[in-house]
C-alpha cells in the first residue's frame, strides 16, 4: 500500500492526466507524481505552495495476483492448516477429475491459447507455477484419456525451462512445489529434458520422484517415447 506523507485532509491534485482525486493509501496506474498543496512557512517568501511530488509504483502494487487462485485451489492456501497437505485429485479418479474439470477447465483453455502467458513472469516463480499447473496437470485430469491430456506439454516445459533453467525460482520454493515445477522435464518426450528431470530430482533429495525419473528416463532413452501413450495419441 502506498502511504500518504501528508494527512489524508491536503488537497492533492494529479499532474499528467485528468483522473479522480489521489486518495490516501490508494494508487492509480499512470501517475508520474502528485501536486500537494500545504502551508507556507510564516517566515517565507513562497507565493507557490503548490508542489509536485513523484511517485513510483511498481506494477506489483497496480496488479492482482490471479495466478494465487490456481495455486490456492492445488496447495490450498498459505493461511490454510492444509496448505501443501497432499490433495486427492493430484492421484485422479473419476470424481476427483470432475472436480478439477468443474473449476479448471476455463482457466486450462485460457493457458493453452496464451491468454495468461505473462504469468511465468510474475512472483518470483508463483505464477509460472500456477501456469505450470495449467498446462501440465490440469489437462491430464480434464482430459483423461485424450489426445488433449498431453496438447500442452511442450508449452510446459518452455515455461519450466525458463523459470527453473534461466531464472532458477524453484530454489525458493518448498519442496512439494518444485516437485511440480519440475514435472514437465519429468512428463516430456525428449531425452534433454528426461536428463534436466534426473538432475533436478536428484539435487532436491527426493528418493520416491527420482525413482520415477530415471525410470521415465530410461523409457525415452530405450523406445523414444513413452510406448504406454501410443493408443491414446494413435501412433503405431
Known amino acids: 500500500m502506498l502511504v500518504c506523507p501528508i494527512r489524508c485532509s491536503t488537497s492533492l491534485s494529479l499532474s499528467r ?11 492509480r496506474k ?3 507524481a502528485v501536486a500537494v498543496r500545504y502551508p507556507c512557512s510564516p517566515h517565507s517568501n513562497c507565493t507557490n505552495s503548490l508542489k509536485k511530488i513523484p511517485i513510483r509504483i511498481s506494477r506489483g502494487i497496480m ?3 490471479p495466478y494465487t487462485r490456481i495455486l490456492d485451489f492445488w496447495f490450498s492456501p498459505k493461511s490454510s492448516p492444509t496448505y501443501l497437505q497432499e ?8 470424481s476427483d477429475d470432475a472436480y478439477v474439470r468443474h473449476h479448471l477447465s476455463a482457466d486450462y483453455e485460457s493457458a493453452q491459447s496464451g491468454s495468461l502467458d505473462d504469468w511465468q513472469h510474475l512472483g518470483d516463480g508463483e505464477g509460472a507455477l500456477a501456469l505450470i499447473l495449467l498446462l501440465d496437470q490440469v489437462p491430464r485430469n480434464i482430459f483423461r484419456g485424450s489426445p488433449r491430456a498431453y496438447a500442452t506439454d511442450n508449452k510446459a516445459v518452455a515455461v519450466a525451462r525458463y523459470a527453473v533453467l534461466d531464472r ?11 516437485r511440480y515445477m519440475y514435472s514437465p522435464f519429468n512428463h516430456s518426450e525428449h531425452i534433454k529434458d528426461q536428463e ?7 539435487e532436491l533429495g527426493d528418493g520416491y520422484h527420482l525413482h ?3 525410470n521415465f528416463y530410461e523409457q525415452i532413452k530405450r523406445d523414444g517415447r ?5 493408443t491414446v495419441l494413435g501412433r503405431k
Open 17 to 27: 492526466r485528468s483522473a479522480p482525486a489521489f486518495r490516501c493509501g490508494g494508487a
Open 30 to 32: 499512470n501517475i508520474d
Open 63 to 65: 496488479m492482482a495476483r
Open 87 to 94: 490433495k486427492p485429485f493430484w492421484y485422479g479418479s473419476p
Open 168 to 178: 532458477g525460482w524453484d530454489r525458493g520454493m518448498p519442496t512439494i512445489q518444485r
Open 196 to 202: 534436466v528431470s534426473v538432475r533436478l530430482f536428484t
Open 212 to 214: 520415477w525419473a530415471r
Open 226 to 230: 513413452f510406448k504406454h501413450r501410443d
